[in-house]
């Protein structure tokens, strides 16, 4: 970060950011001084405050080749844990009563990240505006500040948890909101990654964490051609996606003459018989020709690649004799023998041999001994000196953490080993990089010098690779790690987690296109989460199963508050109640736009808005809708505290059988579904609001028949 020369040293420590203003304020006569001094005090101001150490500038501040000044937060690092090890020191062994510091601390990154907030809330104007700061200038002095305390502010909440006898106030207290601030630390990082990053990879990271964003914001990406991301979208990588008709396996890139480099091939019979008995061929490379046995006859090591990097072929094709020695060198160093199983040599094109291959694939990677994952933006940035934040962040940025397929082959590995530009690299180093960075020792927190950056490894996808251990995963575990993941084959989606849950890949198989593996999927897997009725992703078309999503990733948000629900041929059958809110039919026709479905509570004076999701679906449906169905106590919840609720995820349905105000039998009750709506409400009856909405909003209230609230009845349903 640019230092704007805010005056510090000459002054005595200050116990507060204001103090520490307070005393300085006569030297800011301009708006530039004041900005320098506020850039001052939310860094030296509020560190003397964390610490209690009078810090002098050169301790944080370097000067550049052009002579300019620059905040290096790296000293921040060694700042806080020499006073994190002063503080153990000084507790001892005790771990009975709560420490003030660390509990100040904390207080003091939290006003902090407010302070900062509130200044991003409009950088035209406001402070930077009056001193004349461009945009840019001003989003980067926001970047570095906010992505600097959000840090200590999780760290020093994970310390507290590790040493405080009374938890409850931290894991009950978020990070303050700061939208704004967020928001700037995005763009600032946007704008320094338009060097060729992948505009979806960097949304990927955007999800993450912040840490991860800025990270890879000061690197350079990985790039197979100068042109590779220039079609991707912030919705999804084509760089990652392979035409099979067009592609080409790659040499290495050390191979001397890649036109007189022949391919190695397996022996295809002997693949076959493997693969017709049931047994999984694995090869063996010895004297320049490929061996091949069964996985059974004794250990091997399984490969996980994504074929965008060149390294995909049939045992038809074979590879390139260039690439066996790099893939045998990695698994002789692993495990006695070097057999090695790769999709490359061990699966057939032959579609009958595929699919067997394919029914096995769970099995060869849960059964190998370990697994290497070959990347290449892995292997060209990384080493075995690298530091941990920067593995993470390469592993997380990378084409093998987008692909759908590589989920499953990560998550059942026994070992999991990246080739590295040097060697190979287990992840257990990064989780002991991580546990490192949280975990105290007996005297005090860690040597002076720890890299505090490595407790950035406890978000994202990449977290639940390295504690996979040996937990079994559930519908909504999956879900979530295929969030950002993609495919060059919508259909390949629930074939390549099948393993996770133990859905039988030869019924997927048997179905050719995505939407009837979905229902095959969905059917295998027997007990989901109820939550599944309130996703608003697109549906499938099958009588029965409209209520289910197309696709796992869409359903990346989903968890199971709402209970468990029993999926069947004849529809979803919840476990526990939900609100069921019954009205008269209300028909909409071919040509209506959707408006949104009002319905009034008279005896509580409330009105409620659906609002459909998807108004294609809506219009000139066969069936009309005559209830809703939403999460229990939804309503209460609305009609409550609406800071905290302002509208919640619900389904028109149509309910057959007697009239909406006649009694519901016992039991459960039968819905057809009909489309998702996004369900709010008005404290008060749509006429009062008359002239205190905007034109399209009264359009929308007035313009669709009112249908009055009948009864409210909680009740198990089942969904078709």
Request: charged letters at 20%; proline letters at 7%.
């Amino acid at each position: 970060m640019n230092w704007l020369g805010g005056p510090h040293d000459g002054y005595c420590r200050s116990t507060s950011p204001t103090a520490y203003v307070w005393i300085r304020l006569h030297a800011a006569r301009s708006p530039r001084e004041y900005i320098a001094l506020w850039q001052s005090a939310l860094t030296f101001g509020v560190l003397e405050t964390i610490t209690g150490f009078a810090i002098p500038e050169h301790l944080l501040l370097s000067t550049m080749p052009d002579g300019s000044l620059v905040f290096t937060k790296q000293a921040v690092s060694r700042l806080v844990t020499t006073w994190l090890s002063m503080y153990s020191v000084e507790r001892g062994h005790d771990d009975t009563r709560n420490s003030p510091q660390l509990d100040h601390a904390w207080e003091t990154v939290a006003w902090a990240l407010l302070a900062i907030d509130e200044v991003a809330k409009d950088l035209d104007r406001g402070i930077f505006g009056d001193a004349e700061l461009a945009t840019y200038e001003a989003e980067d002095i926001v970047c570095s500040l906010f992505t600097l305390y959000e840090f200590l502010y999780h760290y020093f909440v994970a310390i507290l948890l590790h040493t405080q006898k009374d938890t409850e106030r931290y894991q009950q207290r978020p990070c303050p909101p700061c939208t704004a601030a967020d928001e700037a630390t995005k763009n600032a990082c946007s704008r320094r990654m338009a060097n060729g990053w992948c505009p979806y990879t960097l949304r990927l990271l955007a999800s993450i964490n912040n840490q991860l964003l800025l990270r890879a914001s000061f690197s350079p990406p990985h790039l197979r051609t100068p042109t590779e991301h220039a079609a991707c979208t912030k919705d999804g990588c084509v760089g990652d996606n392979i035409d099979a008709a067009s592609y080409t396996t790659q040499h290495t890139p050390q191979c001397a003459d890649p036109t007189s480099c022949p391919f190695l091939k397996p022996s295809l019979s002997a693949v076959v018989d493997r693969l017709s008995s049931g047994a999984i061929p694995v090869i063996v490379y010895e004297h320049g020709t490929l061996t091949v046995r069964s996985a059974a006859d004794g250990p091997y090591t399984a490969i996980s690649h994504v074929w965008a990097d060149g390294l995909g072929s049939t045992t038809e094709e074979g590879l390139p004799e260039c690439q066996i020695p790099r893939i045998a060198a990695h698994v002789r160093q692993l495990k006695p023998g070097g057999a090695f199983w790769v999709d490359s040599l061990c699966v057939p094109a032959v579609k009958d041999l595929r699919k067997r291959a394919i029914r096995l694939m769970a099995e060869t990677y849960e059964r190998a001994a370990a697994v290497v994952v070959f990347d290449a933006g892995i292997r060209a940035y990384c080493t075995s000196a690298t530091a941990p934040r920067d593995v993470f962040m390469r592993i997380t940025a990378s084409s093998w953490m987008r692909r759908v397929w590589t989920l499953q082959e990560a998550l059942l590995a026994r070992e999991l080993h990246f080739e590295f530009s040097d060697g190979l690299y287990i992840i257990d180093r990064l989780v002991d990089a991580r546990s490192a960075a949280f975990e105290p020792t007996p005297s005090a927190f860690g040597p002076i010098q720890r890299d505090l950056s490595a407790a950035l490894c406890c978000t994202g996808n990449l977290t639940s690779i390295m504690d996979r251990g040996s937990r079994a995963f559930s519908f909504p575990d999956v879900a979530s790690m295929l969030t950002g993941r993609t495919t060059s084959h919508p259909e390949d989606e629930t074939v390549a987690v099948a393993g996770l849950l133990g859905v039988d890949v030869a019924r997927l198989l048997a179905e050719q296109d995505a939407d009837a593996r979905m229902r095959v999927f969905l059917e295998e897997t027997k007990t989901l989460p109820a939550d599944v009725l309130f996703s608003p992703a697109p549906k499938l078309p099958f009588r029965g199963f409209r209520w289910a999503a197309r696709t796992l990733r869409s359903l990346h948000e989903m968890s199971s508050r709402h209970g468990a629900a029993r999926c069947t041929t004849e529809g979803l059958a919840t476990e526990q109640a939900f609100t069921l809110v019954r009205f008269p039919v209300t028909r909409i026709g071919a040509d209506e736009e959707a408006p949104p479905i009002i319905v009034a509570d008279t005896a509580k004076s409330k009105t409620y808005v659906l609002s459909p999701n998807d108004k294609t679906r809506v219009r000139g449906m066969a069936l009309a809708p005559n209830a809703i169905v939403a999460p229990r106590g939804a309503l209460e919840l609305l009609s409550g505290d609406l800071d905290s609720a302002r509208w919640v995820n619900a389904v028109c349905v149509h309910v057959p059988g007697p009239p909406h105000d006649s009694p519901i039998p016992n039991g459960p009750v039968r819905c057809e579904y009909l489309f998702h709506v996004v369900m709010s409400v008005f404290e008060t009856s749509p006429l009062s609001l008359e002239g205190q909405l905007t034109p399209p909003e009264a359009a929308a209230l007035f313009s669709w028949p009112h249908v009055e609230l009948q009864s409210i009845t909680a009740n198990q349903i089942v969904m078709v």
